[in-house]
């Protein structure tokens, strides 16, 4: 997720605003979904703030050549030793001819590959049959990007071949690259080793009293405080009081405020557990306590802070600063009580600090003095304070990817092996301690720990009936999580590999080149536009039920119309093409539409686990003309065109004829039609209605023409106005003026 913050000039009465994000190419190709919100900090008023956001996600497909190794899936477990087809799909199933070049190799620095080849390919699934050197549990690393001159953008991935069987495993030490580390350290430098991290974290506060000088209140992204120059907070929903971070004690990890790391539901009316205000849907690392804020009237500010800072545990480093907003509110004295609580972290320059000024502190609790402390020189001083955190640690935890999809089966996983080592220069190695947790995770993504397996006598493990632990119908994924210590060498058990066996899912993707077919490319509105894709099984394994597929059509106005989803009978097997036709009704929808095809989406009922869902989905664009020619009147009276001012017969057939070129929006609807008649000495037109007087014939197609029949009995003699407006189905108009005649009627006496 990325957030943007810009400022533009505001409009005097309305405006469109515009501007430009550039594309990160290595992550923006694909799906890429936007949220925009006006005013985000509430800085403006007005009469509601209901309308300044986007109703949920704008979602856009960026279109690229970019690729993604697929098959074998990371860090598989495959079994044939002697040969594999790799497969990568591309991110744009519609990419043109492009050359892609693989690499495999036996680690991940790829020196002396044993392949390097460049595969032509269009966009879909490319593939590249591999010879192997059929040597049990090797292990091989393979990459593929787009061929250039210049750094290619490589895609890497893993596997691993175990004679006969399929399933997932780290047993290189580069296969560890990229799991998730607490406390323990990747060091790939020789000698490889696992290694005990002391981290140091970097913290800047920069403060002011926010007023009508320097930059006026547009500087409030100067009140911010920041760990690694990655920024925690920017300003405050208490802008005339403190903003107080916590960090712990051991891990250095800043302390979420309320919620566990996750953005409230509700705001600007949102009170923290703590008495702290809570104004903006930003996950929070900051409690802020303030007289003036966005929550309402908190007479009792003081008091929650003091209880605040006094419920933090002895040892705990603590980081707090001012919040001034010149104006705003001169209520921000301070008790004893809450003088005493910033005693308590080290300040002692707090019993200096008056209205005009700026304080940062950054104390640990328990200190009666000692901690770092910046204050202004005046009420538009700006002030900077730097500090460092260190970390010490004897313990952590090497967690692995999530593993899987497995087959929806209670049966699907097998075993489980792992194995370590004690280094060589550990002097007491019965110290170290390893713990290998099992947390199975629901398809909704809720984790649930499921065992612990401790070390054994000859520093090796094999689960056998990993069924019994973790059912694949329930857990379709699971992790593993080793939990090393070493309280007095600081040198952790060095992991030397761990393995699953289990039945892998399937994988499909949408693959062009095996038959996508538009019937037609161009069509006129009302016409069908239609499209056959054809959906690849890549895997060793086949969907054992019927597969879904979903389409939207999004029209030239953004708005999605939600099509009828499809089921291919079951079932999907290796290496087979499925072909899906969908039609369009393009009646209504003039202009530059988008068909989208999701392939076993996610969250529906009948979805089935797969590897992967990126090469599932498609954007397929499509322009519907617009019939832009107007349609042909014709008017008779008994069978003659009139000229004005003619005499007629009392009881005319009067027939309106109306004729279009279009050969699909037929004139089949009498709202196409408007006519009148004015009577003679009459200023006013009556209008005729089709269920009283008017008969109307609808257009037959390919014959588009329709007529009207109106045969009156028109007693009164005299000048009459016939007024006839018509149009086609696209509102093309007839002319440019309505058809208007004037008649005379002379009844003969009897």
């Not at 009316?269 to 908190?298: E, L």
């Not at 890549?538 to 939600?562: C, G, Q």
């Amino acid at each position: 997720t990325l957030s943007i913050f810009k400022r533009v000039k505001a409009p005097y009465y309305k405006d469109t605003l515009s501007f430009k994000m550039a594309k990160d190419y290595y992550r923006a190709v694909g799906v890429n979904c936007f949220y925009v919100e006006l005013d985000y900090l509430k800085l403006i008023p007005e009469l509601s703030e209901t309308n300044n956001f986007t109703s949920g996600n704008v979602c856009l497909f960026i279109p690229g050549s970019d690729i993604e190794p697929v098959w074998p899936y990371k860090y598989a477990i495959m079994p044939n030793t002697s040969t594999v087809t790799l497969k990568a799909s591309t991110a744009d199933p519609f990419a043109v001819l492009t050359n892609y070049r693989f690499q495999v190799d036996t680690n991940d620095k790829f020196l002396t590959p044993l392949v390097n080849t460049i595969v032509p390919a269009p966009g879909g699934v490319v593939s590249l049959p591999v010879t192997l050197y059929n040597q049990d549990s090797m292990v091989y690393f393979w990459r593929v990007a787009k061929d250039t001159s210049g750094v290619p953008n490589w895609k890497e991935s893993s596997f691993q071949v175990i004679n006969g069987k399929y399933g997932w495993g780290q047993a290189h030490f580069h296969q560890y690259r990229d799991d998730s580390y607490q406390f323990v350290v990747y060091s790939d430098s020789v000698p490889r080793l696992f290694k005990f991290v002391n981290d140091v974290k970097a913290i800047e506060v920069t403060d002011m009293v926010l007023g009508p000088w320097g930059g006026g209140y547009n500087d409030f992204p100067k009140i911010s405080f920041y760990v690694n120059n990655g920024q925690q907070r920017l300003w405050s929903c208490s802008p005339n009081g403190w903003t107080i971070a916590v960090f712990d004690s051991i891990t250095a990890n800043l302390q979420y405020s309320d919620t566990n790391g996750v953005a409230p539901v509700n705001w600007w009316t949102w009170n923290g557990s703590n008495g702290n205000c809570v104004c903006d849907y930003v996950t929070r690392m900051a409690y802020d306590f303030g007289s003036f804020n966005f929550c309402g009237d908190v007479p009792d500010w003081r008091t929650n802070l003091t209880n605040f800072l006094n419920s933090i545990p002895n040892g705990a480093p603590v980081l707090a600063y001012s919040v001034k907003c010149w104006g705003c509110s001169s209520d921000d004295s301070l008790t004893p009580a809450l003088l005493s609580a910033f005693h308590s972290i080290g300040s002692t320059k707090i019993d200096s600090f008056k209205d005009s000024t700026s304080l940062i502190i950054f104390g640990r609790k328990g200190l009666t003095s000692g901690a770092h402390e910046t204050m202004s020189d005046s009420i538009s001083h700006f002030i900077r304070q730097k500090d460092t955190l260190v970390t010490k640690y004897k313990n952590g935890y090497i967690a692995s990817p999530i593993i899987g999809p497995c087959m929806f089966s209670d049966s699907a996983w097998h075993s489980l092996h792992w194995y370590y080592r004690n280094l060589a220069s550990d002097i007491s190695p019965s110290k170290d301690s390893i713990v290998v947790r099992l947390i199975g995770i629901t398809a909704a993504g809720q984790k649930v720990v499921l065992a612990n397996f401790s070390k054994d006598s000859l520093n090796a493990l094999n689960v056998l009936n990993l069924s019994s632990y973790v059912n694949g119908e329930t857990f379709p994924y699971i992790q593993l999580i080793a939990y090393q210590a070493d309280l007095q060498n600081n040198t952790p058990p060095q992991m030397e590999r761990w393995q699953v066996i289990y039945d892998p899912a399937p994988e499909a993707a949408i693959h062009p080149p095996a038959g996508f077919t538009v019937f037609k490319t161009k069509v006129a509105e009302g016409e069908d536009y239609k499209v056959r894709v054809p959906i690849k099984n890549i895997s060793d394994f086949p969907f054992n039920d019927s597969l879904l597929i979903t389409y939207n059509f999004e029209d030239a106005n953004r708005v999605i119309h939600s099509l009828p989803y499809k089921l291919k009978v079951p079932p999907f097997r290796p290496d087979s093409v499925i072909f899906d036709t969908i039609t369009i009704a393009t009646l209504g929808y003039p202009g530059s539409n988008r068909l989208w095809i999701d392939v076993n989406p996610p969250g529906h009922k009948k979805y089935q686990p797969e590897q992967y869902h990126f090469n599932n989905i498609a954007q397929i664009a499509f322009t519907a003309d617009r019939d832009k020619i107007n349609p042909l009147l014709d008017v008779t009276f008994d069978g003659i065109h009139i000229l004005n001012g003619d005499i007629v017969s009392a009881k005319p057939n009067i027939l309106v004829g109306l004729k279009d070129e279009n050969k699909f929006l037929a004139l089949n609807d009498t709202a196409n039609f408007t006519v009148f008649v004015q009577y003679p000495g009459s200023s006013i037109e009556t209008r005729l209605y089709f269920k009283d007087v008017l008969e109307f014939t609808p257009a037959q197609l390919p014959n588009n023409s329709c007529k009207i029949n109106y045969k009156p009995a028109l007693a009164q003699d005299g000048m009459y106005t016939l007024h006839v407006h018509a149009t086609d189905r696209s509102t093309n108009e007839s002319g440019q003026i309505d058809y208007r005649i004037q008649f005379e009627i002379i009844n003969k006496p009897s």
